[in-house]
């Protein structure tokens, strides 16, 4: 036997169990304050995959919960805050609305990193499951002191 196939023969592929991740999950915190939204939302959305796990699986949601604090202080490229807009559809004629970036980040600054983070995540019921993981505060308290969240690099 060649040694490339006993090694073969030896390997296991381990696949993660949704039962193997009950309430014992790692907490993350970001400080929004001068990040790129872009940036910010693209680690956000894979450590709420778990994607930066060694035992990743695909369809089991192995991530962990990551709280985003001062997210009226998020940073836009280029002239994204005028240009950039969120549209919503009531389904009646003329109903529809656009608000631009710059609005919604006055108005309601958490909607805007979640929305970020919603069109990253895998569009399914794990995705949505994935989603209720993320805390997002506009300033730069948050109550979920007694996790100890770790600090997320950006």
Same mark, same amino acid.
């Given at each position: 036997?060649?040694?490339?196939?006993?090694?073969?023969?030896?390997?296991?592929?381990?696949?993660?169990?949704?039962?193997?991740?009950?309430?014992?999950?790692?907490?993350?915190?970001?400080?929004?304050?001068?990040?790129?939204?872009?940036?910010?939302?693209?680690?956000?959305?894979?450590?709420?995959?778990?994607?930066?796990r060694?035992?990743?699986?695909?369809?089991?949601?192995?991530?962990?919960?990551?709280?985003v604090?001062?997210?009226?202080?998020?940073? =836009?490229?280029? +002239?994204k *805050?005028?240009? /950039?807009?969120? $549209?919503?559809?009531?389904? !009646?004629? @003329?109903?529809?609305?656009?608000?631009?970036?710059?609005?919604?980040?006055?108005?309601?600054?958490?909607?805007?990193?979640?929305?970020?983070?919603?069109?990253m =995540?895998?569009? +399914?019921? *794990?995705g949505? /499951?994935?989603? $209720?993981?993320l805390?997002? !505060?506009? @300033?730069?308290?948050?109550?979920?002191?007694?996790?100890?969240?770790?600090?997320?690099?950006?």
């Open positions: 036997m060649s040694l490339c196939l006993v090694r073969m023969v030896l390997m296991k592929t381990h696949f993660a169990r949704k039962e193997d991740y009950g309430n014992n999950r790692c907490w993350y915190h970001v400080d929004a304050s001068g990040k790129v939204l872009g940036r910010l939302a693209t680690r956000v959305a894979v450590a709420l995959m778990g994607k930066d060694v035992d990743y699986t695909p369809h089991v949601d192995t991530g962990a919960f990551v709280i604090t001062n997210a009226r202080d998020i940073h =836009l490229t280029g +002239s *805050l005028k240009d /950039k807009t969120y $549209k919503h559809y009531s389904g !009646y004629p @003329g109903g529809l609305k656009e608000r631009s970036v710059e609005e919604m980040l006055r108005k309601r600054p958490e909607f805007v990193i979640r929305e970020s983070v919603r069109r =995540l895998p569009k +399914s019921k *794990l949505k /499951k994935m989603l $209720k993981k805390k997002v !505060y506009a @300033g730069p308290r948050h109550p979920h002191t007694y996790h100890k969240p770790q600090e997320l690099e950006v």
